[in-house]
């Protein structure tokens, strides 16, 4: 870990892990074994509101690396945007270097973390994007069905919102602690579904406002994953999809504007 905060140096990466009834899901070894293999890894898990035993859970992981993991307690059931959000504004105000968030399933191994976080150093990036591309030596393993959800939010993102992105709702993201990241995440977000979608918009946005796209200071990449595994007991469901499209609806009237806008 980095030097202490009170002489003003940065410390390394904080992953904000948002957990919702996850005691069934949360594999406690692996988090404790990728904070005893990387020593400059920091771990902020927020319980938003769970009812069964994640609590415990949580606080037993915590217990082996207590200066470099801790939980956000929020007494009632938020969303997955608000606990990432909670999360992320208490990594920076810890002064982390890189801040990032992940699901509590392991969906993306921490293996995969490493790789996003290396990529935004060699490449200088702001934002890096962990996405799903399923090619021949990846093992990348999506239900049809999701997989079909999600090709067809990424095309009308893209057409909508002039964002070019293949996965925007892949849960693993790693940005650079810049004056920027405030910005994007003092607000709470108008969605829950396609929050993944409105942080790229406010990023964008954001940055366009500082003159940054201007100097090409500014960039997005996206990180093909080597591995991503589909865990059993997913939160979206079917039943759902008339949420994501009045998300869809709140981001084109909110965004649109500002995204099109010519810097």
Not at 212 to 232: A, C, G, N, T
Request: net charge positive; hydrophobic share 45%; charged share 25%.
């Amino acid at each position: 870990m980095g030097a202490q905060n009170s002489v003003g140096f940065m410390r390394k990466t904080a992953l904000v892990i948002p957990c919702f009834n996850e005691a069934e899901r949360l594999q406690g070894e692996k988090f404790v074994e990728a904070l005893a293999k990387n020593q400059s890894l920091n771990l902020i898990f927020v319980n938003d509101g769970s009812s069964d035993g994640t609590g415990r859970k949580l606080a037993d992981i915590c217990e082996n690396f207590p200066a470099r993991s801790s939980v956000i307690e929020l007494e009632t059931n938020s969303g997955k945007a608000e606990a990432v959000r909670r999360g992320v504004l208490k990594a920076i105000e810890e002064r982390f270097d890189y801040i990032g968030y992940l699901d509590a399933d392991l969906a993306t191994p921490f293996a995969e973390i490493e790789k996003i976080e290396a990529e935004l150093e060699e490449k200088n990036a702001d934002l890096v994007l962990g996405s799903r591309v399923k090619l021949l030596g990846r093992n990348i393993r999506r239900k049809l069905a999701r997989h079909l959800v999600g090709r067809v939010l990424a095309t009308f993102i893209s057409l909508a919102l002039n964002l070019p992105v293949y996965d925007t709702q892949c849960g693993a993201k790693l940005f650079r602690n810049c004056d920027i990241i405030f910005k994007v995440f003092k607000e709470p977000f108008l969605t829950g579904w396609l929050f993944d979608v409105e942080l790229i918009a406010r990023f964008i946005i954001a940055n366009k406002a500082s003159g940054k796209m201007k100097e090409s200071h500014f960039s997005i990449i996206e990180k093909p994953l080597d591995e991503w595994v589909d865990v059993q007991g997913s939160k979206v469901k079917f039943s759902h999809l008339p949420s994501i499209v009045k998300d869809m609806a709140t981001l084109v009237y909110r965004y649109t504007p500002a995204l099109y806008r010519k810097t």
